[in-house]
């Protein structure tokens, strides 16, 4: 386990689509849905275990939405020999919601050199677990993983509950 600094400019994995201010409104209307949705879930008294898978796709989401609006504002620019350092406010490297997401935790298990008689990966070094992720990302990561290996048949029946008109039957 190690503890680094890295700036993630996009989604997982660094993956940039279309741009930063795009992605940032995208995550805050998301939150907004996942927010809706959680609200309709406590009031139909969904079990305690999914509620809290939502909960924690919904904090780590508001956690990074936190750090993409922030970030950028109140921090310098870091560069490979200097780590950013606080500013005043709008002093930072970049404005509201264009601002970077901090990635801190590491966990290499284990690294091996591929054999080089194999095509194509030869020779290669491989990390197994090489992403660098902070805490919500690991919150959104665990509530989707239980969500998928417990509570599917639940995932499925609550879709229609936001989509069923008040008037249908149940």
């Known amino acids: 386990f190690y503890l680094y600094f890295t700036e993630n400019p996009g989604m997982a994995f660094g993956i940039e689509v279309i741009g930063k201010l795009f992605l940032s409104v995208f995550r805050i ?4 849905f996942i927010g809706y949705y959680l609200y309709k879930l406590v009031k139909q008294n969904y079990t305690f275990g999914f509620i809290a898978c939502i909960s924690l796709i919904f904090a780590g989401a508001i956690g990074n939405i936190i750090d993409s609006i922030f970030y950028g504002v109140i921090f310098s620019k870091s560069t490979p020999t200097e ?4 500013v005043p406010i709008g002093e930072g490297y970049t404005g509201w919601l264009h601002g970077k997401v901090v990635d801190m935790f590491y966990f290499p298990l284990f690294e091996f050199n591929w ?38 048949k639940s995932l499925n029946s609550s879709f229609s509950l936001c989509t069923r008109s008040p008037y249908q039957k149940k």
């Open 29 to 32: 209307i998301a939150v907004g």
């Open 83 to 86: 780590i950013s350092t606080f």
């Open 115 to 152: 054999p080089g008689w194999m095509p194509f990966i030869g020779g290669d070094n491989f990390v197994f677990f090489s992403p660098v992720f902070n805490l919500a990302d690991a919150a959104i990561s665990c509530g989707v993983i239980i969500l998928f290996l417990f509570y599917m």
